[in-house]
């Protein structure tokens, strides 16, 4: 029986080669190609006729996209609407390849349980922080990590620490959706085990079998409300994290 870490082993489905660096076309490469094909159909699905009246597909986009305004509206105010394609952006596509994951019987890869991917994404929105941080305030964005009228030599202390705590914001990111992500799969995955190996226990598979397959259950849709949390919660930080970039607060 394949081990619970065997569910996030990269599968090369094209090998290819550019300029001496491998870029094969994996498995997570496929799932992820298949979560921005199904944004896009959703997308377009939702606003290609737009009424007044929405109906459910266009009605579902628009409180997707509402949400994230709403987000950058409170969190930003009204310079962070410029930034709502961006974070809508992250934030859909963070859930979807959240949820395709989960998806049983058809061999699906969750492209977040990789922290090179979320990586990727938590990297563009600290570049993209620092680039709108210094286009705004110039080096006067240094003043984010300085604490006003306070004695000396503790803020200097509060700055190295304020200044270590803003570098560690991509790691950070990163590394809580990858792990979450990870712990639920596997998790899955161990009592998955635990329903074959008991379920086949003497004459009484359905008694030894029943409780963990319960467990199971509850699990994936424990796993469900985490994905969802997780894209939240990713699309959140970075909200705030642009809120330090326009406003220095």
């Known amino acids: ?6 569910q996030f082993a990269l599968k090369v489905i094209k090998p290819l080669n550019v300029a001496g660096f491998d870029a094969s ?9 298949i979560a921005v094909v199904g944004i896009a159909i959703f997308l ?7 009424q007044l009246v929405p109906g459910r597909m266009q009605a579902a986009v628009e409180y997707l996209y509402d949400f994230v305004q709403n987000m950058l509206d409170e969190n ?18 963070v859930l979807v390849c959240n949820l395709l994951g989960l998806i049983p019987w058809v061999g699906a890869f969750t492209p977040t ?16 922080v620092c680039i709108v941080g210094f286009a705004k305030h110039g080096l006067h964005f240094f003043t984010l990590f300085w604490p006003k009228d306070t004695f000396l030599p503790l803020a200097m202390f509060v700055a190295a620490i304020e200044f270590l705590s803003f570098l560690s914001r991509p790691f950070t990111l990163a590394i809580r959706l990858f ?13 998955g085990t635990f329903v074959v190996a008991l379920g086949s226990f003497g004459a009484l598979p359905y008694v030894f079998g029943i409780l963990p397959l319960a467990v ?3 699990l994936s849709a424990l796993e469900v409300l985490i994905a969802v949390v997780q894209a939240y919660v990713f699309a959140l930080l970075a909200s705030l994290y642009l809120n330090d970039a326009i406003n220095l607060h």
């Open 113 to 128: 349980s990789h922290i090179a991917v979320t990586f990727g994404l938590a990297l563009l929105v600290f570049v993209i």
């Open 25 to 33: 076309f994996t498995n997570s490469s496929l799932w992820m190609a």
């Open 179 to 191: 792990a979450n992500m990870t712990a639920g799969h596997v998790l899955l995955k161990v009592f």
């Open 76 to 93: 930003v105010g009204p310079e962070g609407r410029r930034f709502v394609p961006l974070l809508f952006s992250i934030f859909i596509f």
């Open 44 to 50: 377009f699905v939702g606003t290609t006729k737009p």
């Open 1 to 6: 029986m394949a081990g619970p870490m065997e």
């Open 216 to 218: 199971n259950v509850a």
